[in-house]
């Protein structure tokens, strides 16, 4: 079984940084593909940045450039340095954990089997 453990998130201004993180509770977390998601009120959740076992990363158009997915294998820990903070980015954020993900596959909800509780980012203009 496998727990994820959110922290970081908040409230910042537009253009600022935040920084999110997700401990992995369990075995193996190198060999998991883990990846972020946000929703926002009234909207879909939608995949935001994705890694897999290899440290291939994939993001949304809405946020290359300004967003970075790294894992800490080490430390069992996955983080999300979001900068240049748009409110748009404003949404409840989780991190997930798969199995098995394809490249294609890290921004798609359907290929995680874990969750994260979410955490919350508000981002005033």
């Known amino acids: 079984q496998v727990h994820l453990v959110q922290s970081g998130g908040g409230s910042v201004q537009a253009g600022g940084s935040l920084g999110l993180s997700c401990e992995f509770i369990?075995?193996?977390?190198?060999?998991?593909?883990m990846g972020w998601f946000r929703q926002a009120p009234g909207k879909e959740r939608v995949g935001v940045a994705g890694i897999d076992s290899d440290g291939v990363t994939s993001y949304a158009d809405s946020v290359k450039d300004r967003f970075t997915i790294y894992k800490d294998n080490a430390k069992n820990t996955l983080h999300l340095q979001m900068n240049s903070l748009k409110p748009e980015d404003a949404a409840l954020y989780y991190c997930?954990?798969?199995?098995?993900?394809?490249?294609?596959?890290?921004?798609?909800?359907?290929?995680?089997?874990?969750w994260g509780e979410g955490t919350q980012v508000t981002v005033s203009s």
């Open positions: 369990g075995y193996t977390f190198s060999r998991y593909c």
């Open positions: 997930a954990a798969g199995w098995r993900c394809t490249f294609r596959e890290l921004l798609q909800d359907y290929a995680y089997n874990y």
